[in-house]
Every structure is written in structure tokens, then in C-alpha cells.
């Protein structure tokens, strides 16, 4: 699984990072994404479906941030 | 500049304002019509070399979006006129009118906005400005969500771009990212992990269906909520709740609809803004006005525009 730890990244920051991480993946590929609670758990998952990937599901771990998993869809 | 004697200027430049006397003498201000703050590269251009042709050393960016050329020598109003080319860049309002409407860039390129502001108070402005009011000037602020950095309430009319949110249960994968999204908690994840949605804190904004991964939540209405009576100034105004979900199309008539009631109820009045003339009408006069042609969008009741006093701590 691939992961893209955006944690103490703020926005936009951290969705210009995420793109760029996912600009390095195969189509399809499942990746993880560690968001911070507050803004960036709001914006990034909304930005990157806007740039047409698929998001899969969103949990809380303990320590309070989140999990985004999506699949990368190329344009 | 003009020699003195030869200076015949044509003064129907002047009859709808935007010439304003600044402190120099012989010295004036024009504000440009720059409607919802749209400037085009080559107008800004033309802008430019008239600005330093007739003007000062800079330009003023107003609060409501136009540009204002600073240290016009009266003179020159004609010259001015004709070299910002008037199809093309034509002077704004003052006095007791329709000013040109503001707005924020809209859906066009923004992601928060939800309808399109801009051809709004483009229509606004080529079918109302500097229609005459009788009263009082009159704003109008098109906000394309409900962040509404233009602040529509404390206009006459503002409005403000809303999506009304519809669920479909069974697309719902119950990651919980509307519930998260959703700033005014009108959504809670419920027991089977499916989102339960509340009416009355939805402020229309259209979040939920924009994150959701599936579709599972969509758009059942797009329209403008409709706020009037606003104003700021010396005694401020914020503007209650007239109409919800008004199509963008009818923006022109409903405002046009607003200025004929102010028009008539004002009468006799003096200088009266629209909020003022709603307190003392009562807003169910202005509501039954409205509820007439637009049925479906005027809302069952509102409260009088709501004075914000500033003055506390004195
Ligand atoms: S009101 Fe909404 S659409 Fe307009 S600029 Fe603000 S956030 Fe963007
Ligand atoms: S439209 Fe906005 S306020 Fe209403 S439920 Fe969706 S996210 Fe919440
Ligand atoms: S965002 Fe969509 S899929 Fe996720 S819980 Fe809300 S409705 Fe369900």
C-alpha cells in the first residue's frame, strides 16, 4: 500500500504534495493519505476528487488524524 | 490641459454621477463601471494610459470593485469619456440609482462557487444601472456561495449562490467525509453509519455533495437566497430572508419587482434606503408584493432588516 503522509502539512500545501505524490503512482494504484483533523481533512479529499480521482473511505486512527484511501484515476 | 475659454463639455456626462469632487480645486474623481470587478486586459490597458494622460500618479481600487481615476481636472471630462472608448469603458453611477452591481468571481474558476455571479451582475448592470430609485441609492451583491466573501447581506439585494442537498442512501459507502465537511453540523453519522441530515442548520452550501466520493448525495435545487435590506454606513442594516432558490435567470426581475415596491411604499418619504422603508412598512408588505410573482421562492416569513448597533462600548 502506498502512503502519502501529509500530517503538519498545511493547506494548500498538502494537496499541491499530494498531487505531486500521485503524479509519481500507476493508474490505479490505492493510496493511503494521512491528513491532519480541521482544514485539511475538509479540502483535500473535496480538491483531489475535483481532479477526478476515486476517493474510497475515510477513518480516524487513534492518535486523531485521518485516513483518506483513494484510487488514482488519470485524467 | 484645455484652454479655459474653449472648454464646452458635453454635461450629459455628468447627469448620472460618477464625477466626484475631490478636495483640489477644479479636481474630480471618476469612477469607472467595472461590473462584479470583471476587467479585461486590454480595457485595463486603455485604463492605464488615460490614467496617465489626464490623471494622477496612481488609481484607487473603490471597496465596490470599480477603479477611480484620481486628479481628473473637469476640463477633461470629455476627453476622458471619449478615450476610455464609451462601448467599451463607460463611468459609473452616484447619487439615488442603481450602482453597479458587485460580485465575486463565481463558479466560473472558484471550486466553493455554485452559480454564475458574474453573467448575474453582468445582466444586472447592462438591463438596471443608474436606474433612478427616487429615494436612496441601491446596491446589489451577487456572493456565488454561502461563505459570501461580498458580504451580500449588507446590500439592498444580495444574493447568494445555494444548492439544496438530496441523499441517496443506498450510493452511500459511510465514510463520513460529509459529516466531517459539513461546518454547520447539519449532518450526523447515524447508527448504520449512513448520514442523517437536519434541515434547519443547512445553510445551503453544497459541501456534502461536493466531497462525497460516490454521489450519494446530489443536488435536488440551485438558486439564490435572497437577502434585502441592507445597508452600512452610519446606521448599519443586515438584510433578513426574502427568497430561497430564486433561479439565476430571474435575478433582473426580481429586483426589478423589489424597486417598484420601494419606489411606491418610499414615497413621500424623503431619503429613504429600502431597509428603513421595510421597518416602517412592516416586511410582510414587501413579502405579499413579492409572493405574488415568485411563488415558489418567496419564503412564509421574515423578520425587518436587523439594526447592528456600533456604538456599543462607548
Ligand atoms: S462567496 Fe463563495 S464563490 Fe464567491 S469568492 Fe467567496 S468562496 Fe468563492
Ligand atoms: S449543504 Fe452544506 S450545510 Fe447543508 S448539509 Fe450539505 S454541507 Fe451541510
Ligand atoms: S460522503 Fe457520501 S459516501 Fe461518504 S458518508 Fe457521506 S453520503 Fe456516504
Redesign the interface.
Known amino acids: 500500500m502506498q502512503t502519502i503522509d501529509l500530517r503538519g502539512v498545511s493547506c494548500p500545501t498538502n494537496f499541491v504534495k499530494a498531487k505531486l505524490a500521485l503524479e509519481e503512482l500507476e493508474n490505479g494504484t490505492v493510496a493511503q493519505i494521512f491528513l491532519d483533523d480541521g482544514e485539511p ?2 479540502n483535500v ?3 483531489l ?2 481532479d477526478g480521482h ?6 480516524q486512527t487513534e492518535e486523531g488524524h485521518y485516513i483518506l484511501e483513494l484510487e488514482k484515476v488519470e485524467e | 490641459m484645455a484652454d479655459e475659454k474653449q472648454t464646452k463639455l458635453d454635461l450629459n456626462n455628468l447627469k448620472a454621477g460618477g464625477f466626484i469632487k475631490e478636495r483640489g480645486k477644479d479636481l474630480f474623481t471618476v469612477r469607472l463601471r467595472v461590473p462584479g470587478g470583471r476587467m479585461s486586459v486590454p480595457r485595463l490597458k486603455k485604463i492605464a494610459e488615460v490614467a496617465e494622460k489626464f490623471g494622477g500618479e496612481f488609481v484607487h481600487l473603490s471597496v465596490r470593485q470599480s477603479i477611480e481615476l484620481i486628479n481628473i481636472n473637469f476640463r477633461d471630462f470629455d476627453a476622458v469619456v471619449e478615450e476610455l472608448g464609451e462601448k467599451s469603458q463607460k463611468v459609473a453611477s452616484c447619487g439615488a440609482r442603481v450602482r453597479v452591481p458587485v460580485a465575486c468571481g463565481g463558479c466560473e474558476y472558484n471550486p466553493n462557487g455554485l452559480v454564475d455571479t458574474q453573467k448575474s451582475a453582468l445582466e444586472v448592470d447592462e438591463k438596471l444601472f443608474g436606474t433612478p430609485t427616487g429615494h436612496h441609492k441601491f446596491k446589489v451583491a451577487f456572493a456565488g456561495c454561502p461563505f459570501d466573501c461580498p458580504k451580500s447581506a449588507t446590500n439592498d439585494i444580495g444574493f447568494q449562490g445555494a444548492i439544496y442537498p438530496t441523499l441517496d442512501k443506498d450510493a452511500c459507502i459511510g465514510c463520513g467525509l460529509c459529516a466531517k465537511s459539513c461546518v454547520p453540523k447539519a449532518i450526523a453519522m447515524g447508527e448504520d453509519n449512513k448520514p442523517v441530515f437536519s434541515n434547519d442548520p443547512c445553510i445551503w452550501c453544497g459541501d456534502c455533495v461536493k466531497v462525497c466520493p460516490t454521489g450519494a448525495w446530489s443536488e435536488a435545487k440551485r438558486g439564490y437566497t435572497v437577502r434585502i435590506g441592507g445597508k452600512w454606513g452610519r446606521n448599519p442594516l443586515v438584510g433578513t430572508l426574502f427568497a430561497t432558490f430564486l433561479p439565476e435567470d430571474r435575478a433582473v426581475e426580481f429586483i426589478a419587482a423589489v424597486l417598484e415596491w420601494y419606489k411606491q411604499k418610499a414615497e413621500g418619504l424623503g431619503r429613504i434606503r429600502l431597509g428603513d422603508t421595510i421597518i416602517k412598512e412592516g416586511p410582510e408588505e414587501l413579502l405579499n408584493h413579492l409572493r405574488s410573482r415568485f411563488p415558489e421562492n418567496t419564503v412564509a416569513e421574515t423578520i425587518a432588516p436587523q439594526i447592528i448597533a456600533t456604538q456599543i462600548g462607548k
Request: hydrophobic fraction near 40%; charge should be positive.
Open positions: 481533512v475538509k479529499p473535496r480538491s476528487k475535483a476515486k476517493l474510497l473511505g475515510l477513518k
